[in-house]
């Protein structure tokens, strides 16, 4: 499962790499005849896009996590695995996401990533800062003040707690396996609605 999750992180790395260096070509772009760079077409469809499809691999990562987490608890039933996790995960998350979130305004203020980086944070001070990795980033909706990719983290977070529960709830529950198909299956259901635009949400496609 670690390597598998290892494998995702990478792929939205990989994912990142393709949106700033082949852009999707805009239909101002295709008016005004610009040239915009693309892939070799064999990389924008399955079964290759898969492998780099950002969204994808941030719901694999989210689903495997789902199973680690109250794996101690799964194991050995003790109610301090639940206990102890909780009060660790925002430890846990905060302080690399705040090293890393120091690292990269250290950098934008050294104008090293370009002046449209350096435009996002100009104005941003270390007390701004700091309110981001310790209390920003973790709330639902709010969580791009520094890094798009940020919004990822807010979502882990709340759900930490939500799969902690479940698992303290239904651990001892014989018919625990129906209580997490349907968990599942009101998740799909919320999916689908969103594709009808009935629900404002939905996972995007990976080919569009």
Known sequence: MDGLRGFGAFAVYIQHFMCNFY????????KE????????????????????????????????????????YFKTGRISCIYGGVMRRYFRLMLPVLMILSIYHICAR??????????????????????????ETWYPGTSMAYIEPTWTLSVEFMATFFI?????????????????SAILCFFWVMD?????NLVPYHVPKIIK
Not at 23 to 30: G, H, I, M, S, T
Not at 49 to 59: D, I, L, R, S
Not at 110 to 133: C, P, Q, R, V
Request: avoid cysteine; proline fraction near 6%.
């Open 164 to 180: 902690y529960l479940v698992a303290f709830t239904a651990h001892a529950y014989r018919g625990r396996f129906f209580f997490y």
């Open 192 to 196: 689908i609605l969103g594709y009808l």
């Open 110 to 135: 050294m104008d090293l990533f370009g002046e449209s980086t350096y435009n996002k944070i100009k104005n941003k001070t270390w007390l701004d800062l700091m309110y981001a990795g310790l209390l």
């Open 23 to 30: 852009a999707p070509e805009e239909e101002e772009d295709v």
């Open 33 to 72: 005849g610009r040239y915009v760079a693309k892939p070799p077409v064999w990389v924008r469809y399955p079964p290759t896009v898969v492998t780099y499809h950002g969204a994808y691999w941030v719901m694999v990562f989210f689903i495997l996590s789902g199973f680690v987490l109250p794996n101690n």
